[in-house]
């Protein structure tokens, strides 16, 4: 089974970067699509960026466009997340989430997403 760990959250100013990483534990991110989520308070949860499995395919939410980089790194089963101009509005637990697909599959939705990890704090102070 898939278990998902995050780290590199943390607490930065405004115009800052951040790089949020996924590991895998007890398994690979072989033909998985990839997706980082992140649920700001008393919001719902939003999916900020996915990728493919091959890493041929991205996807980023309009807010995060130009701002944030998805990649894998399949040698060291990892998925990063790099965050860059960082707003106060991008505060928020950011989770990591994988489930099986196609090399081409990107899945939008948290319904799609079998494995979750626990989730890292990202604050961004004004």
């Known amino acids: 089974q898939v278990q998902l760990v995050e780290s590199g959250g943390g607490l930065v100013q405004t115009g800052g970067s951040l790089r949020l990483s996924c590991a895998t534990s007890g398994g690979t991110f072989t033909n998985y699509c990839v997706g980082w989520f992140r649920q700001a308070l008393g919001k719902e949860r939003e999916l900020v960026a996915a990728i493919t499995y091959n890493g041929g395919r991205t996807y980023y939410a309009d807010s995060v466009k130009g701002r944030f980089t998805v990649s894998r790194d399949t040698g060291k089963n990892t998925v990063y997340l790099q965050m860059n101009s960082l707003k106060p509005e991008d505060t928020a637990v950011y989770s990591c989430?994988?489930?099986?697909?196609?090399?081409?599959?990107?899945?939008?939705?948290?319904?799609?997403?079998?494995?979750w990890g626990q989730g890292t704090q990202v604050t961004v102070s004004s």
């Open positions: 989430a994988a489930t099986p697909a196609p090399y081409y599959q990107i899945f939008r939705s948290t319904r799609d997403y079998n494995y």
